[in-house]
């Protein structure tokens, strides 16, 4: 089954990119310039892509980041430290951004023949973003099936959709996921920052899943800090 | 209701901005230029923008469009002369295109918390262009409802799905819709080249509405030609 990957360079779509060329094949990856301010994890997407000898594009689509405004992925409004499924980290909400990307994957593997889209939305990512959710796969799914019936089927793969990120680390480790070459950090600066909801995200996941963690943070002891706070509120 | 209009500069995004003007309220108009040959339209998106005295974005997508590659629209294939419902009409299909066009819109949409997304689709479109048919425009509802939920809700409204092109234009000449400041012809050069397929599609409209055609086409005959071929071949 020939599969196009979407592939942030994040420790996600990097473990799923592996994953599908361990299970089947990966025609290529597909990563989006949309303005984010951690473009940095382009270049990890580009090392995925060279170390799994496999096509890698890059596509452009800042002039549409600049319709979707207000989101602090895009705009100079402040990344929030703190625990990924806080309820402050609603600013990082790019409205339709799964959905976008999605629709011109879905697109593009049409065009070039091929069997299926994966992406690398995960359990964790449900609480704040709803383009992450299994009723959303299923729907766009649904969706493609009518926006190219006669033209060619594309199957959507979204195979950590139920499972958390600790078992994306585990999965990963197992596949022998280079995590070093993996970008989470929305900041996007140098060093992983170890403040931002995504750094706490991924150290913690780590942690529960007793895999070392070869990332170095520029705060090392912010997680644990913020899980602690973010524990009192958990439901 | 406030809505966004995707608006091409063709006869039914142009009467459907005129439609949305006059039952409601017009946000604005968004024009696509995905490497279409026919750019000439995106002019007359303007014109109609200027009429209604709202803004009007053109967001340039022509990186995805180098992804689509295969349709007659964007790349070197010759575009077919003949009637628009013609199997021949397959090269002009634009993979996964309303799709993509859509949830920009949408994302777009949301971020200026606008209630509603209109688009021109219409019932002749329906043989050729499976993203044009109301399953699609129903599951692409369904779809944004998910990946918005708890973001804005934005309303999907196609009010000539189920309508043919005359009846767009018995409507356009109802609202006083200058016809002549639309364009239809894929070629894209100065004059409406009247032997491609929209070309055909728009003067066989005019006649069946009862309604004057003000287009100047290149070739003045070519249509009846086209339709009488057609029409041995309906079933």
């Known amino acids: 089954m020939k599969t196009l990957v979407v592939c942030s360079g994040g420790l996600d779509s990097v473990t799923l990119a592996y994953k599908v060329a361990e299970e089947s094949e990966v025609d290529s990856l597909m990563s989006f310039n949309y303005g984010q301010r951690h473009t940095t994890e382009l270049d990890y997407a580009r090392r995925c892509a060279e170390k799994l000898?496999?096509?890698h594009d890059i596509v452009d689509i800042r002039s549409i980041g600049q319709l979707l405004s207000g989101s602090a992925l895009t705009d100079n409004i402040e990344v929030p430290d703190g625990h990924y499924e806080e309820e402050s980290m609603r600013v990082t909400v790019v409205p339709n951004r799964n959905a976008i990307m999605l629709s011109i994957v879905f697109g593009a593997a049409a065009a070039r023949a091929c069997d299926a889209v994966a992406i690398a939305v995960h359990g964790g990512d449900h609480f704040i973003y709803p383009d992450?959710?299994?009723?959303?796969?299923?729907?766009?799914?649904?969706?493609?099936?009518?926006?190219?019936?006669?033209?060619?089927?594309?199957?959507?793969?979204?195979?950590f959709v139920n499972i958390d990120k600790a078992e994306v680390v585990r999965q990963g480790a197992a596949l022998g996921v280079p995590f070093i070459d993996t970008w989470s950090c929305y900041q996007g600066s140098g060093h992983h920052c170890g403040r931002c909801g995504t750094c706490v995200e991924r150290r913690e996941a780590f942690?529960?899943?007793?895999?070392?963690d070869p990332t170095h943070y520029h705060d090392e002891d912010f997680w644990k800090q913020a899980i602690a706070q973010y524990d009192h509120k958990r439901p």
Chains 1, 2 share one sequence.
Not at 133 to 159: E, T, W
Not at 207 to 212: K, Q
């Open 207 to 212: 942690a529960l899943a007793g895999v070392d």
């Open 53 to 55: 000898s496999v096509p």
């Open 132 to 159: 992450c959710r299994p009723d959303f796969i299923d729907s766009f799914q649904k969706m493609q099936d009518h926006a190219l019936n006669g033209v060619h089927s594309v199957k959507l793969l979204a195979p």
